[in-house]
């Protein structure tokens, strides 16, 4: 079992710059899979970023060379630095870990990109 909790969002210019953080309540080291999902308005929540153990990433083709996911196994935190932010990005960003065949959530927070 493991607790997540999110931090970082807020409102942003477009073409502005967050880093989401996900503190876990555990050694992340023994989590599998760690990864932020969003998702706005009206529409389905969607994987954006993942990142294994072993050190493996995946992106969601749109945020691809803006989006940078990482984990910090000492600080039990994975991060997602978000730069060249648009309006398109809006949304609630989730963190999620895989704990064998079990998932867990965390609250979410709020990132809004507008001028």
């Known amino acids: 079992q493991v607790q997540l909790v999110e931090s970082g969002g807020g409102l942003v210019q477009p073409g502005g710059s967050l880093r989401l953080s996900c503190a876990a309540s555990?050694?992340?080291?023994?989590?599998?899979?760690m990864g932020w999902y969003r998702q706005a308005p009206g529409k389905q929540r969607e994987l954006v970023a993942a990142?294994?153990?072993?050190?493996?990433?995946n992106y969601v083709d749109s945020v691809k060379g803006r989006f940078t996911i990482s984990r910090d196994n000492a600080k039990n935190t994975v991060y997602l630095q978000m730069n060249s932010l648009k309006p398109e990005d809006t949304a609630v960003y989730y963190c999620?870990?895989?704990?064998?065949?079990?998932?867990?959530w965390g609250q979410g927070t709020q990132v809004t990109v507008s001028s």
């Open positions: 555990r050694g992340i080291f023994s989590i599998y899979v």
């Open positions: 999620n870990a895989e704990l064998g065949p079990i998932g867990y």
């Open positions: 990142i294994t153990s072993g050190g493996s990433i």
